[in-house]
Structure formats: C-alpha cells, structure tokens
C-alpha cells in the first residue's frame, strides 16, 4: 500500500524526497512569481472607477437601452457569472470619478477593462455619449480593428464630472462570466504589465511541461509520456485563446470569425487531450472492462462537440464540453479504482505506482475538475479569479501530473535496474549449473569407462557353469544397464542426443531387444515378418530394451508379457508403426499417470526392487528424438505402454 511504502524507514520514501528535491527551489521560486503578480494584480486594482454594480436577464434579447434603464436590477459583487445561455445580460455600472482622486491629478479619461476574452460581443453606453452608444467589442469583431488593442477587451470612456451609470449589454455562446473595472490609464498600464508577465509564465510552463514529455516518450519509447506532451500542447493552445494572447497575435488579414471559432475548438481539444492522456495512462493499471470502455465511448465526445461546431451550434458543444468535464473524473476514478493491475503483480514487477496514490491523485483531480467547471457553469459565488479557473486548474493537474510521472519513472526506473540484476544473477547461476554439469559428464563418462571396461572382462572370463555364475551374469548386465542409462540421461539433459536415421527392420530390432530382456520366456510376439522403417537402431534398441526391462520387473511372476507390432494409420493420414506392450501388475500395482515418465519417479510398492527410476524417462525422450511418442493406456486389467514411430519407408497398412 502507498503510505506503508512512504514510511520514513522506507527506501520509497528517501526516493521520493530524494526526487523531489532537485525540483523544489524551481517550484519555490515560480510559485513565488505567480503570487507575486497576483498580489501585484490586487493592489494595483485601487482605485477602481466602478462603485455600483447590477444587472437584469433578457431572455429574449429584444431590450434597448432605453428601455433597460427603467427596470428593476439585481446588485453583484466584483464579477458576475450566468453560465452558458442564449440570453441577453445587461449590466449596469456606477462611475464615480472623483474615488481616489488627488486634488492636483489631471482629469483624464478612464478605460473599461473587461475581462475573460472570450465574450462574443459586449456594447457600452455612456449618457455622456450622444446617442449612448460608445462602442462594442468582443470576438465578433477583429481584435487590430478594437480602439485599444490588448489581450483583454478594453474600451475607452469619459471620466466625467459626477457619478454617472453606464451599460453594458452582454452576449456570448461562451460561458457568460465577465469582470469589469474602470481605470486610469496609469494603472491599466500596470496591470496590464504584470498580467502579460503571469499569462507568459504559464504559457511558458505549459509549453516546458509539453518539451518534457515530448523529450521522454523519444528517449524512454513511452506512449503515455507522448500523450502527456499532446495535453500540454491542447492545454497551451486553450491557454493561448483563453487569455487574449492569441487576440494579440491576430493577422489583420484573418477573419475574426476563425478567431472565435479556434477559441471553441481550442476549448475542446484541451478536453480532448486531458482524455487522450488519462485513457493512455490509466490502460497500464488494467481497469475493469466496463470502466475502460465507458472511458473509450466519453473520448468520442469531443469528436462530437467539434461536429456540433462545425455546424454552427457552438452553444451546445460548449455546454457538452462542461458537462464531460463534470463526468469524465468520475470515469477516470473508477478506471483507477477497478485496475488489476497491482493484484496481478503483487506488487513485483507491476505498475510503478500503488493503487492508493492513484485513486488519491484522482480524487484530488476530480476536485480540482468539479470545482472549474460548476464554476464556468455560474454554480458558485463569482469573483475576479473566477474567471481564470480553468487556466489555475490545468495548470496545477500539469504540476500534479509532472510529479506523479517523475515518481513513476523513477519506480520504473528502480524495477528496471532489479531485473537487470536478477537477470544477471541468473546468468551466473547458469553458467555455474553449466560448468558443474560439465564437470559431472565428464566424471561419468570417466567412471563409466574405467567401470565398462573390467565389467567387460569380467563377462568374457566368467565360466556361466560355474555356481553363480548365471546370477554374476545378470548382475554384471544389471549394472552395465544402469551405467548406460545415467550416460543416455546426460545426453538428453544436455541435449547432445542426435539420432543417426538408416533402413532398418523394426522386427529384427524388436526379436534382439525380447531375445536381450530379464525373461525372454515371458514374452509374446506378434509380429509381422518384416516392418522396415528409417531410424536409428541404437537408440530404438534402448527404448524397446528398457520397456521390456520394466515389463519383465513389474509384472505378476509366471505371467505373460505380449508384444504386438502393427502398422496403421496416424492422426495425418500418414502410416505409423506401432508397438504395444502391455502385462498383468504384480506387487508394485499400476504407475501413476501423471508421473510415470517423470525423471527418477518410482511407484511407492516398487521400491522393494532395485532401479533408477530413469527407464521410463529415456523411453519417452528417446521417442521423442527419432519423432515418435510413447504414451501409457492402462486399463483395469493390465498395465500397457504404446510406442509409435513414424514410418518413413514404403509399407502397407495391417
């Protein structure tokens, strides 16, 4: 779990501080600047002209001026937020020209600030203007044709001699939030200043942010850094619109009609690219299906809103646009929240965050999200800040997200480093295992040699009519078949073990293997006069020789053993020779399936008679080698082993 990980004892935690600490005077002296220019920003707002502020609903968007002066309007604070709608919203504002005021400062003219810069249109009145009329602004019209040009919308008026209400009337697709204030033009200037200085810093982060991602998914190859550098981007290019930065940037010969449009889809490509990212991080986690796949069909939305823009219904893909921002943290929490991921590794080799700091991060971006967007939606009370909310909240999920990636790849980085190790560690172990088994072949083939030899002479001058001498015999072949068999398992283990294919006959191969076993006597055979094949003889002999061996050792004492030997047809419709060999159980009863061919298994009753338990074994590796297959059918009478062997030579079916 995340915080028995980041205990203080612990080496994730030294880690995490250690990572963390190259980034904290950076952090420190931005965050130090920001506030800065925010506090700079605030002071710098006294004097404000505006001492009143109302406003009234036009639901149908009929009102004049005239008109609107002789209804009843309802007081707000600072800024004023009515959500998305196609109503018309008038305010009214009372100048006061003589706040804050020194006796000996010239009387100039003030200017109306209005902020964000994505209202469509906003027309002021003044009754010091003749016809009322003083002018209108907004993204209906082109930002180089404005009086006053600037990342904001700026409209000069009189400072007049006594208190006065102007009027502004307020219609935007966008959402309808809008703060004013009436400056001088000394401290608009100001303003102004420190303004650009903090929309710089953040379109400067963002695009950093973007660089850094863009940077680590080309030297890690990691898609879900690649996805982060695409959110940067939409992110910058919202930032870019939302500020009025890209009103200053605005060619002459540009319609303002494209630039209000690229503010919309600039707004839903930013939702968009915070999808994409989130989709492409929390895959790794292997969300519940259901969870993924909600998360998959919300990525179309954006698709959708950009048709609806296309289309000309702007309000709609705007209002849409909110809403996913309401619902889509709640997918991305369930996503987190239903991963498999951690389960299935138990933490070993898993994803390189824990569970617990994932579904944190997501609880914390859910907040930041819900609170930006109830905010655009004019859900809560309004202030100057407000309007920015959606810059504050990509900014701060950015910084989020670059720590959560840097802790990631560090984790990533750290389990990396560990397998290598243990990859290596490996390495040793194997070829240590491989020195030691070569060591140990040529001490038995050393041993069998110097032990072959005199067994050899021994058989050649022992006198078999001598006492004893038939079991001395069988003892010595006893012991020659146990040499034979531990160099045959070296072989295979090793795998050295290559059949030397020639004609040969089956039958033949068969009458020396039943003439060579423990009990030729016991043996019936059945088989054909010849059965030619292509295989190595040797290696034939030992598996027909072993079964044999088992057969005669195993089965009931006095019984017979049957050998049958046929040729029929295989699974390809290829003809196949085939070998079953089957006898009663005695004490030792049937071998257990599972483990009949395994190195070195013997039945528990058999362990009264000598053997290695390797006899079975080299017969099914044997097989195998010439591309044959053994295989154990017992029935409820006798125990049966069937051999069959590929026929590569010409012969007919039994």
Same mark, same amino acid.
């Given at each position: 779990m995340f915080f028995s990980q980041l205990r203080p004892s612990s080496p994730h935690f030294s880690a995490f501080i250690r990572l963390l600490r190259w980034q904290t005077f950076a952090w420190v002296l931005l965050w130090a600047l920001l506030w800065y220019g925010i506090g700079g920003l605030q002071v710098s707002q006294a004097p404000d002209y505006i001492v009143e502020r109302s406003w009234l609903a036009d639901p149908s968007g009929q009102l004049?001026?005239?008109?609107?002066?002789?209804?009843?309007?309802?007081?707000?604070?600072?800024t004023l937020s009515r959500g998305y709608g196609t109503g018309v919203v008038w305010m009214r504002l009372r100048i006061d020209p003589h706040v804050g005021l020194a006796p000996s400062s010239p009387p100039d003219g003030l200017v109306l600030r209005m902020r964000p810069a994505y209202l469509d249109e906003v027309v002021v009145f003044d009754p010091l203007v003749p016809g009322g009329r003083v002018g209108a602004v907004g993204d209906l019209y082109h930002p180089r044709l404005d009086v006053m040009q600037g990342p904001n919308f700026l409209m000069p008026i009189a400072r007049g001699d006594a208190p006065r209400d102007i009027w502004l009337r307020l219609t935007s697709t966008s959402a309808r939030q809008i703060h004013m204030a009436a400056l001088d033009r000394s401290t608009l200037d100001a303003e102004v200043l420190r303004e650009n200085l903090l929309v710089s810093l953040y379109i400067g982060l963002l695009m950093v942010l973007m660089v850094w991602g863009l940077a680590s998914s080309m030297v890690y190859r990691e898609g879900v850094m690649a996805a982060f550098a695409v959110m940067q981007l939409t992110a910058g290019l919202f930032g870019l619109s939302s500020t009025g930065m890209l009103r200053v940037l605005w060619p002459l010969d540009w319609s303002a009609h494209t630039l209000n449009m690229l503010g919309s889809m600039f707004s839903v490509l930013a939702v968009f690219g915070g999808m994409l990212f989130h989709w492409r991080f929390l895959r790794e986690f292997q969300p519940a299906r259901w969870a993924i796949g909600l998360l998959i069909g919300m990525l179309a939305l954006p698709g959708v809103n950009l048709v609806l823009l296309a289309l000309g219904h702007v309000l709609w893909a705007l209002q849409i646009n909110v809403l996913n921002i309401l619902l889509v943290p709640l997918v991305f929490l369930m996503c987190a929240a239903t991963g498999r991921a951690w389960a299935a590794n138990?933490?070993?080799?898993?994803? =390189?965050?824990?569970?617990?700091?994932?579904?944190?991060? #997501? %609880?914390?971006? &859910?907040?930041i999200l819900v609170l930006s967007a109830i905010a655009t939606l =004019?859900?809560?009370?309004?202030?100057?800040?407000?309007? #920015? %909310?959606?810059? &504050?909240?990509?900014?701060?999920?950015?910084?989020?997200?670059?720590?959560?990636?840097?802790?990631?790849?560090h984790i990533l980085v750290k389990q990396h480093h560990q397998a290598l190790l243990t990859w290596e560690k490996a390495s040793l172990q194997v070829a240590h295992e491989r020195h030691m088994r070569e060591d140990q072949e040529k001490l038995m083939a050393m041993l069998a040699h110097e032990i072959k030899t005199p067994l050899a002479t021994m058989h050649l001058r022992l006198d078999g009519d001598a006492k004893g001498g038939q079991a001395m015999r069988k003892a010595m072949r006893d012991m020659d078949g146990v040499i034979e068999r531990c160099l045959q398992t070296l072989r295979i283990g090793d795998r050295?073990?290559?059949p030397r294919l020639q004609g040969c006959d089956l039958v033949t191969i068969t009458q020396d293997a039943v003439a060579s076993c423990p009990q030729p006597g016991q043996v019936r055979l059945d088989v054909p006069a010849s059965l030619p094949l292509e295989t190595d003889p040797q290696l034939l002999y030992l598996v027909l020789s072993n079964l044999l061996e088992n057969a005669c050792k195993y089965s009931a004492p006095g019984t017979p053993i049957e050998l049958h030997c046929s040729v029929v047809q295989g699974p390809s419709a290829q003809p196949v020779a085939r070998l079953e060999l089957s006898n009663l159980p005695g004490r030792a009863g049937w071998p257990d399936p599972a483990q009949v061919f395994d190195k070195y298994y013997r039945a528990p009753q058999a362990q009264r008679q000598s053997g290695t338990g390797l006899g079975l074994y080299l017969v099914n590796n044997l097989a195998q080698a010439l591309g044959g297959q053994v295989t154990y059918q017992p029935d409820a009478t006798v125990v049966r082993f069937v051999l069959t062997l590929p026929a590569t030579l010409p012969i007919a079916l039994s």
């Open positions: 004049q001026w005239a008109a609107v002066q002789q209804q009843a309007t309802k007081p707000f604070r600072e138990n933490g070993a080799g898993g994803p =390189g965050l824990s569970q617990r700091i994932v579904v944190i991060f #997501y %609880l914390v971006f &859910l907040a =004019g859900w809560l009370p309004a202030t100057e800040w407000t309007i #920015y %909310l959606s810059q &504050l909240q990509s900014l701060v999920s950015s910084v989020l997200l670059l720590l959560l990636l840097q802790y990631r790849a050295r073990l290559a």
